[in-house]
C-alpha cells in the first residue's frame, strides 16, 4: 500500500524567512497530493492541493511543487508569518477518485518573531 | 458556512466501557470518514463510509466499529476501550462530486483509563 514519509518533524523559523517541507510517496498510480494545515485545537484544513498532471501550483504566500519520477512533493511557504506556525500534513490519494488519502506523520512549523 | 461538529472534544472512559462517538455534517457530503491522530504517525484512518448504510475498513480498523443510518451522521463505536485506544480521534466529510477537499471536525481527545 501507499507510504507517505514526510520532513523535517520539526521546522523553525524567523518571520519574513521561508519554509519548506517535503513530502515522498510510494504509490505511482497516487494522482493527488493535498496539503493541511492544522491550528492548535483545530481539526486539519486543506491549504492547497495539486493533482499528478500538474507540476507546480502557486496561492499567493503559498506553493507546491511535484516530482512525479522522484514520487516527491513539496510545500513552499514564502515570507511566513506567526499565524503560519500549524502542524502541517501532506498526503497522498489512494483510490482511482482522489477521495481517500494516506497522510504524512506531520511538520510542527514554529514562525519566530 | 461548512461545519462538521463532533459530539465531545474531551472524553474520559475506563477500560471495557462501549464508547460513541458521535459526527455531523451540515454539507450534504455523501463521504465520511474517522481517524485517529497520534504524535508522529500523522492521521491513520479507522473506518470510512461513501453513503448511508455504507461502510469500508480503513487501515487500523481493529476494535473499532462504525454506523451511518442517515447521511449526516457517522458514528465511531468502541466495543470494549482500551488505554491503547487513548488518542485524538477526527472525523471528515467530503463531497463525491467536484473536489476532493476532506471537512475535518474539531476532533474528540478520547483518554482510556
Known amino acids: 500500500g501507499e507510504n507517505v514519509e514526510q520532513h523535517p518533524s520539526t521546522l523553525s523559523v524567523q518571520e519574513g524567512d521561508s519554509a519548506v517541507i517535503k513530502c515522498t510517496y510510494s504509490?505511482?498510480?497516487?494522482?493527488?497530493f493535498p496539503w493541511y494545515k492544522q491550528e492548535l485545537g483545530k481539526g486539519p484544513q486543506l491549504i492547497i492541493d495539486?493533482?499528478?498532471?500538474?507540476g507546480e501550483k502557486k496561492d499567493q504566500r503559498i506553493a507546491v511543487t511535484l516530482n512525479k519520477t522522484a514520487k516527491h512533493f513539496s510545500l513552499h511557504i514564502t515570507e511566513t508569518q506567526p499565524e503560519d506556525s500549524a502542524v502541517y500534513f501532506c498526503?497522498?490519494?489512494?483510490?482511482?477518485?482522489?477521495?481517500?488519502?494516506?497522510f504524512g506523520p506531520g511538520t510542527r512549523l514554529s514562525v519566530l518573531p | 458556512d461548512v461545519k462538521v461538529t463532533q459530539s465531545s472534544r474531551y472524553l474520559v472512559k475506563r477500560t471495557g466501557e462501549k464508547v460513541f462517538l458521535e459526527c455531523v455534517q451540515d454539507m450534504d457530503h455523501e463521504n465520511m470518514f474517522w481517524y485517529r491522530q497520534d504524535p508522529g504517525l500523522g492521521l491513520r484512518l479507522i473506518y470510512f463510509?461513501?453513503?448511508?448504510?455504507?461502510?469500508e475498513k480503513g487501515d487500523i480498523p481493529e476494535g473499532y466499529s462504525v454506523s451511518r443510518e442517515k447521511k449526516e451522521r457517522f458514528s465511531l463505536i468502541l466495543e470494549s476501550a482500551s488505554t491503547n485506544q487513548t488518542s485524538m480521534y477526527l472525523c471528515?466529510?467530503?463531497?463525491?462530486?467536484?473536489?476532493?477537499?476532506?471537512?475535518f471536525g474539531p476532533g474528540t481527545r478520547l483518554t482510556v483509563l
Open positions: 471528515a466529510s467530503s463531497s463525491s462530486g467536484g473536489g476532493n477537499e476532506q471537512f
Open positions: 495539486i493533482r499528478s498532471n500538474v
Open positions: 463510509s461513501y453513503d448511508v448504510k455504507m461502510k
Open positions: 504509490d505511482s498510480a497516487s494522482n493527488y
Open positions: 498526503a497522498a490519494s489512494i483510490d482511482n477518485y482522489g477521495q481517500n488519502f494516506v
